[in-house]
C-alpha cells in the first residue's frame, strides 16, 4: 500500500483491497483510498458519509424539454448563436 496522491490516505492495488477489503472498508472511513488496476487509479473507495456528503454537493438536474420552465424556453426560442459557431455549418 502505497500513498502517491495527497488527495488520498492511501492508494492500493484491486488485488490488495480484495484480499483485505475489512482493512480498507475501515480506513475508508478516515478517508478516500485511491485502488489502482495495471498500475492507474481505477476506483475510489469512500466511506458511505462521505459518499452521501458529495451526493449533497451535486445540485445538477436533468428534465425533458416538455419540463423546461417557461421563462428558460423563451430564452432558449430568442438565443443568437455566435457569428463563432459558423464554422460547424456543413
Do not use: C, W
Amino acid at each position: 500500500m502505497a500513498n502517491r496522491n495527497s488527495n488520498f490516505i492511501a492508494t492500493a492495488s484491486a488485488a490488495e483491497v480484495a484480499r483485505n477489503f475489512g482493512r480498507f472498508k475501515e480506513l475508508a472511513q478516515r478517508g478516500a483510498i485511491a485502488v489502482t488496476s495495471h498500475g492507474r487509479e481505477s476506483v475510489v473507495l469512500v466511506s458511505a458519509d462521505e459518499y452521501a456528503r458529495l451526493r449533497a454537493l451535486d445540485d445538477r438536474l436533468a428534465l425533458y424539454a416538455h419540463e423546461l420552465p417557461d421563462d428558460l424556453v423563451q430564452a432558449l426560442e430568442t438565443a443568437v448563436a455566435p457569428e463563432s459557431s459558423k464554422a460547424f455549418e456543413s
